[in-house]
């Protein structure tokens, strides 16, 4: 079946420690891939996509994800966590769906917590 | 800056009762979707639609939700009756989709936070 994988569930950082959450794909054609943000409280807001070209993107706020075609990948990175970046993130697939409609599949989201 | 506006905010209400969620999406916007999000389930897919046409409700449970967009500025999401399992956030997105714009890129609203006692 279609889906979209996130591995980490929780994942607990202190300040300045890099950050790589994982999100893989089983989509087998061409696909737009996203990575949303929500704070604590807020809603669901866009962080970077990908859909050609150069597959290192940059985001906001220093955050980029690479797509690994080969392994149905698109994980997100950042070199340094700030406390701010506490937040859950969402990976997330426009694909065709097996209704044959495309649609944005997301997820089940992998909850950060920056420790100061 | 235009974003998508959801009424209500917080929601309140008693098992049985109606509860009717309303969305304006972004205007130009040619597709809306609406999706709710629990502790238990993540983020779910109930409903979408294109230039007002439902495309897909496949995630909906068809006895209780209904969806539908009347006009192009409104998409409401109906629940009759109202269980205790349908407290949710209920949030609602747009964007504008197909052709040679098929960005993907959806907008959310704020969402709806549903409490049914």
């Known amino acids: 079946a279609q889906s979209v994988s996130q591995h980490n569930h929780h994942v607990i950082l202190s300040e300045a420690a890099s950050l790589e959450l994982g999100c893989n794909y089983s989509?087998?054609?061409?696909?737009?891939l996203f990575w949303y943000v929500q704070y604590p409280g807020q809603h669901l807001q866009l962080l970077l996509k990908?859909?050609?070209?150069?597959?290192l993107v940059k985001g906001i706020k220093g955050f980029e994800a690479e797509f690994i075609k080969s392994k149905f990948s698109f994980n997100l990175r950042k070199p340094s966590v700030q406390w701010s970046d506490t937040a859950e993130y969402f990976c997330a697939v426009n694909a065709e769906k097996d209704t044959g409609r495309r649609a944005l599949t997301f997820g089940s989201g992998t909850r950060l917590q920056v420790q100061p | 800056d235009a974003r998508v506006t959801q009424t209500p905010r917080d929601k309140v209400t008693e098992m049985g009762q109606e509860v009717t969620m309303r969305c304006q999406p972004i205007?130009?916007?040619?597709?809306v979707f609406w999706y709710r999000q629990t502790m238990m389930q993540g983020l779910e897919l109930l409903a979408y639609f294109r230039n007002r046409a439902p495309l897909d409700d496949s995630g909906m449970p068809k006895d209780r939700f209904s969806a539908e967009m009347p006009d192009a500025t409104l998409a409401t999401l109906k629940i009759q009756p109202s269980e205790p399992r349908d407290s949710a956030v209920y949030f609602c997105a747009s964007g504008f989709w197909g052709g040679h714009r098929n960005t993907g890129e959806l907008f959310f609203g704020e969402g709806s936070r549903l409490t049914v006692l």
């Open positions: 205007l130009g916007h040619n597709t």
């Open positions: 990908y859909f050609s070209g150069d597959p």
């Open positions: 989509y087998g054609g061409t696909v737009n």
